[in-house]
């Protein structure tokens, strides 16, 4: 059984201790679940970004507020790279591009 393992990016750990500390947790367990479950994770958790290759959103609610964050596989390595609160139908595009930008950056180390 492979034993999975999550980062994240330092801009995703700012972001999550500014939210509430409820909406924060709800995130955090939605992290821990992508850790037990790992590459099995699907819908309604997760699901690929079709304009980037390699690129996933985990989807959470809290109290009517929607967040998503951004991850890629690396071996037996998630890295969280981007998340925001959703506020509207369809992903900004400017959220995905900050998420290719430091996958890539972080691909390219």
């Known amino acids: 059984m492979t034993e999975w393992q999550v980062f994240q990016h330092d801009r995703v750990t700012e972001f999550l201790s500014s939210l ?3 909406d924060e947790v709800r995130v ?3 992290f821990r679940l992508l850790q037990e479950i790992g590459s099995k994770i699907r819908e309604p958790h997760s ?3 079709p304009k980037v290759k390699g690129l996933f959103e985990l989807r959470k ?3 009517k507020k929607l967040y998503r964050a ?3 596989r690396d ?3 998630f890295i969280v790279v981007h998340i925001f ?3 509207s139908e369809k992903t900004p595009l400017r959220e995905i591009e900050i998420a290719k930008r430091r996958m890539e950056e972080y691909k390219n180390k």
Request: proline share 10%.
């Open 47 to 49: 699901k690929p970004i």
């Open 20 to 22: 509430p500390e409820k």
């Open 75 to 77: 071996g037996n390595k």
């Open 61 to 63: 609610e809290s109290d």
């Open 28 to 30: 955090r367990q939605l």
């Open 70 to 72: 951004f991850y890629f």
């Open 85 to 87: 609160r959703k506020q």
